[in-house]
């Protein structure tokens, strides 16, 4: 089974809009970590959040993680149509990076 | 690019043959992970490489194999294959502390 669940599968927004996606995970983790694929492409780090962060920020990304709920968020402000992608949370559990990945957003963000 | 380069892009086989993927990663990278992504598993992690040494085991079949060489490169060999492996198959690649993965293009696997 998944360690990661993202939710929703799919989301549709206009350019401009924001997009939240959401990420639960069952066990205690090293760090949880945020990749995006576009269609049929390797995937793209986007930012990584250590078990004793709340938050952290890297652009237009922000990134929360609530290790009590054992859940995290991904938020894209002000979303253009070049941010359509799947988006996945991976989690770390040994530190030795051997990620766990979700099973993804799709992201539609239409002009 | 992430400088992670795999191996042939596709490949297209018969049932029961046996194929190998190739994967260079970037350069001073010491650790090597190949991943499986299908849509109904999803990404799942079969096997990571440390410098020439298995160091983490996944969800990988016994008919599947994987080496680490001595100029870090390394091959995924899948064998006896079977129409259900038909994905796509991706290597990544860490430096230490071994923690953000870059990702090469993959390779699409297509059993018939």
């Known amino acids: 089974s998944q360690q990661g669940e993202e939710d929703p599968q799919a989301l549709s927004i206009q350019e401009g809009e924001n997009a939240t996606m959401n990420c639960s995970y069952k066990t205690s983790i090293n760090n949880l970590q945020w990749y995006r694929q576009n269609s049929g492409r390797g995937l793209v780090h986007l930012i990584l959040?250590?078990?004793?962060?709340r938050e952290k920020h890297s652009g237009r990304l922000r990134v929360t993680l609530d290790t009590s709920k054992k859940s995290s968020s991904l938020l894209i402000t002000a979303s253009r149509a070049a941010d359509t992608a799947s988006y996945f949370c991976a989690t770390d559990l040994s530190g030795y990076s051997t990620l766990t990945f979700g099973k993804g957003t799709m992201l539609l963000v239409s002009p | 690019d992430s400088g992670v380069t795999q191996t042939p892009k596709h490949l297209i086989t018969a049932t029961g043959q046996r194929v190998t993927l190739r994967c260079s990663p970037r350069?001073?990278?010491?650790?090597v992970y190949w991943y499986q992504q299908s849509l109904d598993q999803g990404l799942q992690f079969l096997i990571q490489y440390y410098n020439g040494e298995e160091r983490a085991k996944g969800n990988i079949l016994e008919r599947f194999s994987a080496q680490q060489f001595p100029d870090l490169h390394s091959e995924l060999n899948l064998s006896s294959l079977e129409l259900g492996d038909s994905a796509l198959y991706f290597c990544?690649?860490?430096?230490?502390?071994?923690?953000?993965?870059?990702f090469g293009s993959g390779t699409q696997l297509s059993v018939l």
């Open positions: 350069s001073g990278d010491l650790s």
């Open positions: 990544a690649s860490s430096a230490p502390p071994n923690e953000k993965l870059f």
């Open positions: 959040i250590r078990s004793n962060e």
